[in-house]
Every structure is written in C-alpha cells, then in structure tokens.
C-alpha cells in the first residue's frame, strides 16, 4: 500500500491542491483543515505536510504533538514569506522540511520523497537497534537499489546448487554474502568452510586443500582436505584469483568429477559440496591472459553475483555507519554518537577505498573518541548555529533542485525562486558541484 500523507491547511482550495498533486504522485492523501482534526484522525499517516500559520493549532504546536506521538514520522512545513525565522526553529524542533510560499510543485514532491526515505531509514534503524541488543551483527543491511537487488538475487539463487563466483572491491562484504548464500541454502545445516587462497603458500596449497594418508611425506598423519570437510555444505574459495596456476587443472578436475584424491593414495573420495568463490577483480580479462584457467571460471561460475563498492550506495553509507557505532557503543558502554547533518554530509562525500570495511573502523574510532571524520575539527554533536544551519539548509535544497534539473542551472534558479547570477553565486560559495 502507497504511504499515507495527512495534508493539514486552513485553505480549503490550497488544501484540496495539495491532495491533488500528492494522489497524482501515487501516494494516498488526506485532508484536514486544522491541526486537532489531524491529530484525532484515525489513521495514522507515513508523513504530515502542514501550513505553519493556521487558527487554533498552529504547525509549530501540530509539529511537537506528532513528534510526542511518533517520533519517528516527518513533518513537513509550509511557511508564509517573512516566516523564516519561525521555519528555522521549526526545523530545530524536529521539522523534517520546510517550503517557503511560492513552491514549485516537482519541489514539493522531491521534499515529500525525501522525507518518506527518511522515515524508511528511521524504521530501518529502529531494527537495526534490536539486533544490536541481540548482539546480532549478520544480515544485509540497506534500502538502496544494489542492496535490493543484491537481496533479490541471493533469494533466488541460495536454494539451488549452482557453484558461485562473487566479484566485489576489498572490503565490500563477499564473505557475507557467501554465508549468507549457505544459510538460505538447503546445506545450512552443513559446514561453512572458508579457505584464503592468498594466504596459502603454494607449497602448502595442495595438501590444505585435498588432504593427504599417512605417510605421504615425513611425519604425516590422514587428514581430510578443506574439499572433504566442506562435505554436505560449502566451501568459500576467497581470493581464488590468487589461486597457483599449477592447483588450478587439480582443483577442476575435483570439481567435475566432484570426486577427491588424497596426497600418497590413489583411491578416490566423492565429495558433495557447493563451492563460492570470492574475487577483487573480474575473472573474465584474467582467463584471456592465462592467468586464470578459463574453464576453472566457467565451472565455478555457474552464476556470478557483482557487489557494489560502498560508494554506490546513497543513503546506506549512513544507516550502516549508525549501525557498527551503535554496536561499538554497546560493546564498549558507551552512548550511541549523534550522525548529524554534518557528519551525514562527510560521510556521503567520502570515497571508501576500503568500503565496508573501513566505514565499520572508522564509525568504532568514532565512537570512542578516537577519530572524526574528515573536514571538522570539533565534536560533531555540538550545536550548531542558526547561521550554519540556514546555510546548510540553503546547500542542501540547491544540490537537490539541481539533481532534480539534471544540472540546468537555469531551471533550477526558476524553481528556487531565484536568479540565475544568485544560484550561481551561491553554487561558487557552498562548493557545490554541477
């Protein structure tokens, strides 16, 4: 069901406008012409769009009423010309929004839009807060249209028994994925058995991965390979681009035959396991240059999953960021960090060489006092002023206005309200990017 949007204004043809525009968006709106009538409503709405100056309850006074009833839901304020001052304490109550009349209507949809992700966001961490008293840190985490996806096709391919190469940058959670891939596998119940093939010498490759009987080699004792304990499970193969050349004809013919020889027997083993392999760079050039036996891949690569770098992700920079400092606050006792808008910001802009990876460090760092990250350099839950708030808010709705105008500065100085010399003056102040 589409979200609920309760729409509060005195002005009955503003009002039923407003209704208009948000049913032709595809969401459900409902129409009251006073903040009480809102409140004692019997639905209950994903966001509120109101006026700020209303008779009776006015959109200051509806504001805090919501916000004691669900904090959680977004508010979204309509203000007068000359009312900024009221807006700006508005937003430091806790208003998710404001729109200053005149508005540009795609405007107002690009700000509702925004403000119902943020609601997703909040619910998503809502959750995220049980599994951290849980001490559950497993799962895919995110909204974003790569997780979504990446959730979607784990779904579909954990119940069959395709072997699996999984292609992603450092850091970006393939091991994750592989176990994520074996529990929702019918071998759940079997072993999980991880083998780094960068971290084996080649001398030792062989005997790690098919075992060896007594007395293949001095001192020796029978010892099942990483091929036979993952029997009746999966075997995740990390790094196999680093696998040695001479193992890889060995390793295919296992894989075929789905049989095993020991070193020092000649008896075969049959062996019943799915294999995920794990890899930083795309196996496809490699097996053009010989580095990488082609036929190896496509025998692993029964199906191929590719992992978006953290970059890519939007918004779940900050949900996973909230996510490991909430644990880092619970394993240390300490209190959950405020991700504020600044931080936010920081976090967005970052490019995450090291990915998943080096959020989780950095957010435990941050926890702890122990780091901040980049372009501050004082506590980033102080206060800030009204100035650098209005600033920040002015920034923000000029990158929004021009993402939404695909970069016309021209069309987005029309729905600012503003001339096109002013934007690009505030473009040049605020840094933004067109």
Same mark, same amino acid.
Request: hydrophobic fraction near 45%; include cysteine.
């Given at each position: 069901?589409?979200?609920?949007?309760?729409?509060?204004?005195?002005?009955?043809?503003?009002?039923?406008?407003?209704? *208009?525009? =948000?049913?032709?968006?595809?969401?459900? &709106? /409902?129409?009251?012409?006073?903040?009480?009538? !809102?409140?004692?409503?019997?639905?209950?709405?994903?966001? #509120?769009?109101?006026?700020?100056?209303?008779?009776?309850? *006015?959109?200051? !006074?509806?504001?805090?009423?919501? %916000?004691?009833?669900?904090?959680?839901?977004?508010?979204?304020?309509?203000?007068?010309?000359?009312?900024?001052?009221?807006?700006?304490?508005?937003?430091?109550?806790?208003?998710?929004?404001?729109?200053?009349?005149?508005?540009?209507?795609?405007?107002?949809?690009?700000?509702?839009?925004?403000?119902?992700?943020?609601?997703?966001?909040? *619910?998503?961490?809502?959750?995220?807060?049980?599994?951290?008293?849980?001490?559950?840190?497993?799962?895919?985490?995110?909204?974003?249209?790569?997780?979504? &996806?990446? +959730?979607?096709? =784990?779904?579909?391919?954990?119940?069959?028994?395709?072997?699996?190469?999984?292609?992603?940058?450092?850091?970006?959670?393939?091991?994750?994925?592989?176990?994520?891939?074996?529990?929702?596998?019918? %071998?759940?119940?079997?072993?999980?058995?991880?083998?780094?093939?960068?971290?084996?010498?080649? @001398?030792?490759?062989?005997?790690? =991965?098919?075992?060896?009987?007594?007395?293949?080699?001095?001192?020796?004792?029978?010892?099942?390979?990483?091929?036979?304990?993952?029997?009746?499970?999966?075997?995740?193969?990390?790094? #196999?681009?680093?696998?040695?050349?001479?193992?890889?004809?060995?390793?295919?013919?296992?894989?075929?035959? +789905?049989?095993?020889?020991?070193?020092?027997?000649?008896?075969?083993?049959?062996?019943?396991?799915?294999?995920?392999?794990?890899?930083?760079?795309?196996?496809?050039?490699?097996?053009?240059?010989? @580095?990488?036996?082609?036929?190896?891949?496509?025998?692993?690569?029964?199906?191929?999953?590719?992992?978006?770098?953290?970059?890519?992700?939007?918004?779940?920079? #900050?949900?996973?960021? @909230?996510?490991?400092?909430?644990?880092?606050?619970? %394993?240390?006792?300490?209190?959950?960090?405020?991700?504020?808008?600044?931080?936010?910001?920081?976090?967005?802009?970052?490019?995450?060489?090291?990915?998943? +990876? /080096?959020?989780?460090?950095?957010?435990?760092?941050?926890?702890?006092?122990?780091?901040?990250?980049?372009?501050?350099?004082?506590?980033?839950?102080?206060?800030? @002023?009204?100035?650098?708030?209005?600033?920040?808010?002015?920034?923000?709705? $000029?990158?929004?206005?021009?993402?939404?105008?695909?970069?016309?500065?021209?069309?987005?100085?029309?729905?600012?309200?503003? &001339?096109?010399?002013?934007?690009?003056?505030? $473009?040049?102040?605020?840094?933004?990017?067109?």
């Amino acid at each position: 069901m589409s979200p609920l949007i309760h729409v509060v204004e005195d002005d009955r043809d503003h009002r039923l406008a407003l209704c *208009d525009l =948000i049913e032709a968006a595809g969401y459900r &709106a /409902e129409g009251f012409a006073e903040g009480r009538a !809102a409140l004692a409503a019997a639905t209950r709405p994903d966001l #509120v769009l109101t006026d700020l100056r209303m008779p009776g309850m *006015d959109g200051q !006074a509806l504001l805090q009423a919501v %916000r004691a009833r669900d904090p959680d839901c977004p508010v979204i304020l309509i203000s007068g010309h000359g009312e900024l001052t009221q807006a700006v304490q508005a937003m430091r109550a806790g208003a998710e929004d404001f729109l200053e009349k005149p508005y540009d209507g795609m405007h107002l949809l690009t700000v509702i839009e925004r403000g119902l992700r943020t609601r997703a966001t909040r *619910d998503e961490l809502g959750r995220l807060q049980d599994r951290i008293a849980r001490r559950d840190e497993g799962g895919l985490l995110g909204q974003s249209a790569a997780i979504t &996806a990446l +959730r979607a096709r =784990i779904a579909a391919l954990a119940p069959t028994d395709l072997d699996i190469v999984v292609t992603g940058e450092t850091g970006t959670g393939k091991e994750l994925i592989a176990r994520a891939l074996h529990r929702a596998s019918a %071998r759940a119940a079997g072993p999980f058995v991880a083998v780094n093939c960068a971290a084996l010498p080649e @001398s030792l490759f062989e005997i790690e =991965i098919f075992g060896h009987v007594a007395g293949a080699f001095p001192g020796a004792q029978d010892k099942p390979g990483k091929l036979e304990a993952a029997s009746g499970g999966t075997l995740m193969l990390d790094e #196999v681009e680093a696998m040695p050349e001479a193992i890889q004809p060995k390793l295919l013919r296992a894989l075929q035959e +789905r049989m095993v020889e020991r070193l020092g027997e000649n008896q075969l083993r049959p062996l019943d396991l799915r294999i995920i392999a794990t890899s930083k760079t795309d196996l496809r050039p490699r097996t053009l240059d010989g @580095s990488f036996r082609a036929d190896l891949f496509y025998r692993l690569a029964g199906a191929e999953i590719t992992v978006e770098p953290l970059r890519a992700l939007g918004e779940d920079i #900050v949900l996973l960021f @909230s996510h490991y400092a909430g644990l880092a606050a619970a %394993r240390y006792g300490r209190e959950m960090p405020v991700v504020d808008y600044g931080l936010k910001q920081r976090l967005l802009r970052r490019p995450w060489p090291g990915n998943v +990876r /080096e959020l989780k460090a950095l957010a435990e760092r941050f926890t702890l006092g122990l780091d901040i990250p980049e372009g501050t350099d004082r506590p980033l839950a102080a206060p800030e @002023s009204l100035a650098d708030r209005v600033a920040a808010f002015e920034a923000r709705e $000029i990158r929004l206005a021009l993402e939404h105008c695909r970069g016309n500065t021209e069309r987005a100085a029309k729905a600012l309200g503003m &001339a096109r010399r002013t934007l690009n003056d505030k $473009i040049s102040r605020y840094g933004i990017r067109v």
